[in-house]
């Protein structure tokens, strides 16, 4: 195997275990420390109880794991104007959780009314599903900090009519960028090693 063959193959492997640390993590826990934060921000900008409980219990659940947000969203009316706010949130909300590996996993706007319920008030739809992943349950907390009380979470506040949101884990995605990552470094490295090889 020649130099530049083997520059090419570290050089892959290299990317992918500086992406893997990236995206992966390395299963870090939350701290006392910034559950104390949360509990604190929490407190000051007035949650109600039972979200407090709920946020800290699953912070001290912690297993060191990825896990998806899931958000089901209706707008104020008019929508159009409900819309640019939560756009603009958006924007500052996603470029923190971006930096932190997490994403948008799946958006879905509703095409009609609600075509099954069980024990839910009739008037209660949903315009909007929205599935997030975090890299992890300290990611979370952080990207909550920033967020809480803060004037782009007015925005949000302003623009929903009423949310709902919950975490779930364990979870899976076909094709994902766990996936899609690696394959694409291969498939580089390989056309290097032909391009190298001619």
Partial sequence: MGSHAVWIIGGALLTYGLFHCWYVGFGKRVSPELRDRMRLAMEKVGLPEFQRRNILQFLER?????????????????????????????????????????????????????????????????????????????????????????????????????TIAFPAAPWSLAGGPRILVPLLIALLATIALYINAV
């Avoid at 819309?83 to 509703?110: C, D, N, W």
Wanted: charged share 30%; no cysteine.
């Fill in 62 to 162: 912690d297993d060191g794991k990825d896990f998806v947000m899931v958000n089901l969203l209706e707008l104020k009316q008019p929508r159009a104007e409900s819309r640019k706010k939560l756009t603009a949130y958006s924007k500052i909300f996603l470029g923190s959780l971006l930096r932190r590996a997490g994403h948008p996993v799946a958006m879905a706007t509703a095409a009609s009314g609600k075509i099954e319920s069980v024990n839910v008030a009739p008037e209660r739809d949903w315009g909007v599903a929205f599935l997030v992943r975090y890299r992890s349950r300290t990611d979370f907390a952080e990207v909550m900090l920033e967020t809480l009380g803060s004037e782009h979470h007015g925005l949000k506040l302003d623009a929903l009519a009423r």
